[in-house]
C-alpha cells in the first residue's frame, strides 16, 4: 500500500529494448491503470508501452520530478543499463505496488 508523501519516477517499455516512457506520479497503481485504459498518454497508447520495468520512490515531488528530467535527459542506452541493473529480464513490476 502507498505511504502518503511518495512520488514515484518510472519508466514503461513495450518489450525488452522497445520503446520506452519516463513518467512521474504520486500513486503509480492508478497511473499505471491509467495508462493501461488508454488515458494515461498520447505516447503510451499509439506505441503500446504498458510494462513498469522500472520505478523510483521519493520523499518530494521536487525530488521525482527532477529526476524524470534527469532520466529523460539520458541517452537510450542508459536508459537501457539503469532498467537492466535491477531488472535484467525486463519483467513486469506491477506486482511490486
Known amino acids: 500500500m502507498r505511504a502518503a508523501g511518495e512520488y514515484y519516477v518510472y519508466i514503461l517499455a ?3 529494448h522497445g520503446t520506452l516512457y519516463i513518467g512521474v506520479t504520486n500513486n503509480l497503481r492508478k497511473r499505471l ?14 506505441y503500446g508501452v504498458h ?13 521525482a520530478i527532477a529526476r524524470e528530467k534527469q532520466l529523460k535527459e539520458w541517452r537510450r542506452d542508459w ?6 541493473e535491477h ?7 506491477s506486482d511490486l505496488i
Open 14 to 16: 513495450s518489450r525488452r
Open 33 to 46: 491503470e491509467q495508462h493501461r485504459s488508454g488515458h494515461g498518454s498520447e505516447f503510451v497508447k499509439k
Open 87 to 93: 531488472n535484467l529480464d525486463w519483467s513486469e513490476l
Open 79 to 84: 536508459k537501457i543499463r539503469l532498467v537492466e
Open 51 to 63: 510494462r513498469l520495468v522500472h520505478m523510483e520512490v521519493f520523499a518530494s515531488p521536487q525530488d
